[in-house]
């Protein structure tokens, strides 16, 4: 049994966050001690690697909450890969989206870069001959 600054450090979250994911049925069923404190096990320590992998995939605590309620229900992870596949595909096509439009604004970036470039290059031949006139002057 780990208490709760135990597994904040392995799940590398807050006790804050693991108390929420608790609040919102992320956590459930997480015991208490004679004391009254919250003591998390293994099978908690993975539901949170989950969460964290899904957060890191673009997944909304909603999408979450869903996934936990069809593999609560389901009884099998197969109904959970099943209800998780079609969110996956439409966040990988977010990704690619914005992959595009990032690729979009790199090139603009390097064009805009290469006017600022020109423009400096264009002021520093206008000094060197200001320069060169004001010596022969």
Known sequence: MLSIGEICERARLSARTV??????????GVRRSEAGRRVYGEDELERLGF??????LGLSLKEIRDLNAVYAIGGSTQAMLEHL????ASHLADVDRRLEELTELRRQLDIYRDHIDARIAESDD???A?????ATA
Request: charged share 30%; no cysteine; aromatic share 8%.
């Open 130 to 134: 200001n320069e060169a006139r004001s």
């Open 126 to 128: 206008a000094s060197e």
């Open 51 to 56: 969460i964290t992998r899904l957060k890191a």
């Open 85 to 88: 596949q079609p969110l996956l």
């Open 19 to 28: 108390r929420y994911y608790e609040e919102i049925g992320l956590l459930p």
